[in-house]
Structure formats: C-alpha cells, structure tokens
C-alpha cells in the first residue's frame, strides 16, 4: 500500500490503527513550502523597499548637488548665502524636487527641479508671509520660470 508517497509493508494491520499524522507527510511538506514561499516573498519585498529607499535618497543627493552647482556657477551666489539645499521626494510628478532657503530670505522657500536643467519653478512663503500679503517681485531670489 502507498501512503504519502511512501511505501509501507506490513505484516500486522496495526498501521491502520496508528495515528493519522503518519498518514500527513504531504501536508507537512506542503506547509513548509509554504512557510519557505512565505519567507522568501517578505524578503523580496524587504529588498524591494530597500532598493527603492536607496534609489529615492541618492536621486535625492544627486538634485541637491545640480542645484548648488546651478547656484553657484551658473547664478554667481556664494556658499555663505545659501542656508540649506534639501532634496525632497512627493506624491505628485515629479516626485523628487529641491527646496532651497537663502540665508537673507529664511521664511521663503524655493523650489527647483534639477531634471534636464535646473529652474526654479515656484516659492512658498511661510505664514508670517502670507499674512503680510508680500508679492513675488518683491522677493529677492525669485526667478520666474519662462
């Protein structure tokens, strides 16, 4: 008689008596593949994420650095003016932009994209700002995209 794969030769019929987790060795196998499968799909997953964290923050790095090249070289600032160059990733597209704050404007926001060329694209004012109803001509780094 075949039992799971198994073959089994009595000469007394006690091994129908046994247990039925004798008779189980294919749903053990099965539940370990399974557990294997399980294991290996988190792992892909965890990779997966990890690759991605990688692949937004050196994409990131990448934008910050465009944009201080542009503001240097390109613009003629000086490091000194410049207080803080921040690659951000959002929802919408493009997903990864560049924040930047000069040191004489700290509640003013620029935004870049540093895609193909780096150009500023928009600004955003910090809430003191607002309530003073300041325009954008009368922001002092504020390049309009044409």
């Known amino acids: 008689m075949r039992v799971a794969g198994y073959i089994r030769v009595s000469t007394n019929k006690e091994w129908q008596k046994e247990s039925p987790e004798m008779f189980n060795v294919r749903g053990d196998t099965l539940n370990k593949l399974i557990k294997i499968m399980l294991i290996f799909l988190i792992v892909l997953i965890f990779v997966f994420v990890l690759v991605l964290f990688v692949k937004v923050?050196?994409?990131k790095t990448i934008y910050e650095k465009r944009v201080t090249n542009y503001l240097l070289n390109e613009q003629?600032?000086?490091?000194?003016?410049?207080?803080?160059?921040?690659?951000?990733?959002?929802?919408?597209?493009p997903q990864v932009y560049t924040i930047v704050v000069f040191k004489d404007e700290p509640l003013v926001k620029y935004i870049y994209f540093a895609?193909?060329?780096?150009?500023?694209v928009n600004y955003i004012l910090s809430?003191?700002?607002k309530k003073s109803n300041i325009d954008s001509y009368k922001l002092k780094h504020y390049v309009p995209y044409e």
């Open 115 to 120: 895609h193909d060329e780096v150009v500023q």
């Open 127 to 129: 809430e003191e700002l």
């Open 76 to 93: 003629g600032y000086e490091k000194k003016e410049i207080k803080s160059v921040e690659g951000e990733w959002g929802i919408k597209l």
């Open 57 to 59: 923050q050196t994409t």
